[in-house]
């Protein structure tokens, strides 16, 4: 089912074939008929997360990189509109021969040789996908089809399947129960696909009778079936993973018995995740206020990020997600030691995101701005110390007199919109004698965006001439990326999105820099 941790589980797995010198990767098959995750509701998928080639794409393969630390191109998210665009323009070529077009064989070979190609291209010793959806789902059953097929194509010795379920505790008896788990193996297993392991996820560990009577119902040998309980951390999944011998029956499986010495991987690997774990005594209060903090998972990279920050400073981050529609107190405010405006768009909530930074600039509490909350914080400066009366972006009132915010150039003939925003790395030149530049100590960066609308160069002057520098720059100074005040304690805005380039033990310069003011506050 949805949330169960099929992300963790493929990224932990991915890891602990890393740290065994396996050149690895990962890929998320998303079985909805979006063309990718670009216009969907975060409240209701999850953030959309940016890789650097511009994909935007279901939030796993954050976990992907996260956990792997490397990037991972926008051809590893594959979807249904992906794979029957492809193949309806094919058909339309004529590539088929007028041959009848369905779904066996020709969409399932479209996703095969996907899959394929990526590994291929890649030269990986072992690639790992993910499918998501719930067994027997309709619109999964193409996808599941494909992956039979290839195990019967390149045989067991090449192919192994892990299905993730649940063994749910009910309160009332205490027990763990099997049923929902043998039921999802027998649904996996009629339409051809035997499970090699089983991860089933449990709140506490898995006891052995349990083990004994799923691994008997299921086909699955008792030593496959693998307790994923409850942890502080998802980093520490790898390890608990490990200890119940995954590594050595994967190999095995392989036929690569005797090839891994991961020692000193294991080491590294070890000293990021103890950071990652017991900063009770040191917290740092932050405030996130956003417009689609209903849903965690929203905002899942920005709560990684100041995760991976606190954990190097030896601080535990503690976040309180407050809606920035229902902001009616805005001295509630003065309790955080720093205050956090991740990114967003529309008209809802926006008022609250400009109080929220005009609030955190009189009173000189630490601010952070990403994307929308940079744009926010530009528009309440030009409201409240330029005197720019009702300045708004153009995105929120089209008809304001003074748009702080304008559409890009580029976009003013834009119709669709999946797909059409600034997205991907680009690179930003920083002014030497900033914050900026204090903080990533260097004057050219490279970083992902994903927007429609950019700060209006008209008001750069009557900016800075009242106190607002903007320190990063892009497109030869046609973009500007980077605001700051320098009489503030810390405030600082950015248009691209620092969150998907952090990972741990390696965080991300902006939120060290950020954490690192807010701990002093």
Not at 136 to 161: H, K, T
Not at 183 to 190: A, I, K, W, Y
Not at 202 to 215: G, R, S
Not at 412 to 438: C, H, Q, Y
Request: with cysteine.
């Amino acid at each position: 089912m949805s949330g169960l941790g099929k992300g963790v589980m493929t990224s932990s797995i991915a890891k602990l074939l890393q740290l065994s010198n396996q050149k690895v990767s990962c890929v998320k098959i998303d079985p909805y008929l979006n063309y990718d995750a670009g216009t969907m509701n975060p409240v209701i998928h999850g953030e959309v997360f940016v890789t650097e080639d511009g994909g935007e794409c279901d939030m796993d393969i954050g976990n992907y990189e996260r956990f792997l630390n490397q990037n991972i191109s926008r051809t590893h998210n594959i979807t249904t509109a992906q794979v029957y665009s492809s193949v309806i323009e094919a058909e339309r070529k004529g590539d088929y021969l007028g041959a009848c077009v369905q779904i066996i064989p020709h969409i399932t070979n479209e996703i095969k040789e996907r899959i394929r190609k990526i590994a291929k291209d890649e030269q990986l010793d072992i690639l790992i996908v993910e499918c998501g959806g719930t067994v027997g789902d309709i619109e999964s059953l193409p996808f599941l089809e494909a992956l039979r097929q290839i195990r019967v194509e390149d045989g067991p010795q090449n192919v192994i399947f892990v299905h993730v379920t649940l063994a749910p505790s009910l309160d009332v008896v205490g027990e763990q129960k099997t049923k929902p788990t043998q039921h999802s193996v027998q649904e996996l297993r009629r339409i051809g696909i035997q499970p090699d392991f089983l991860a089933v996820r449990c709140t506490t560990p898995l006891q052995e009778k349990t083990k004994e009577k799923i691994a008997l119902f299921t086909n699955v040998i008792i030593d496959d079936v693998l307790s994923c309980h409850d942890v502080k951390s998802i980093f520490q999944i790898p390890e608990i993973l490990y200890d119940q011998g995954i590594v050595d029956s994967i190999f095995t499986k392989f036929g690569k018995v005797g090839l891994v010495n991961a020692s000193a991987n294991w080491d590294n690997w070890n000293a990021i995740v103890k950071t990652m774990l017991n900063h009770e005594d040191q917290k740092v209060k932050i405030a996130m206020v956003g417009k689609y903090v209903t849903l965690a998972d929203s905002y899942v990279s920005v709560n990684h990020a100041l995760k991976h920050t606190g954990a190097k400073l030896g601080k535990s981050v503690s976040i309180d997600w407050i809606d920035s529609e229902n902001l009616d107190d805005i001295e509630k405010l003065s309790e955080y030691d720093g205050i956090l405006v991740p990114g967003g768009f529309g008209t809802r909530g926006s008022e609250g995101i400009i109080k929220t930074a005009n609030y955190a600039r009189e009173k000189n509490i630490p601010y952070f701005g990403i994307c929308f909350g940079f744009q926010l914080a530009a528009v309440a400066f030009g409201r409240h110390v330029c005197n720019l009366e009702n300045a708004n972006s153009a995105e929120i009132d089209s008809k304001t007199k003074f748009p702080i915010i304008d559409l890009l150039p580029e976009q003013k003939d834009v119709n669709d919109m999946g797909g059409s925003l600034r997205l991907g790395a680009n690179e930003i030149k920083i002014k030497i004698d900033s914050l900026a530049f204090k903080i990533y100590n260097s004057d050219l960066i490279s970083k992902r965006h994903r927007h429609r609308y950019e700060f209006n160069k008209d008001f750069l002057d009557n900016f800075e001439k009242n106190g607002m520098i903007f320190s990063g720059q892009s497109d030869g100074g046609k973009r500007m990326e980077i605001l700051e005040i320098p009489s503030h304690k810390f405030f600082l805005g950015v248009q691209y999105h620092p969150e998907f380039s952090s990972r741990p033990g390696f965080p991300e310069e902006a939120f060290e820099a950020f954490v690192s003011a807010s701990a002093q506050n």
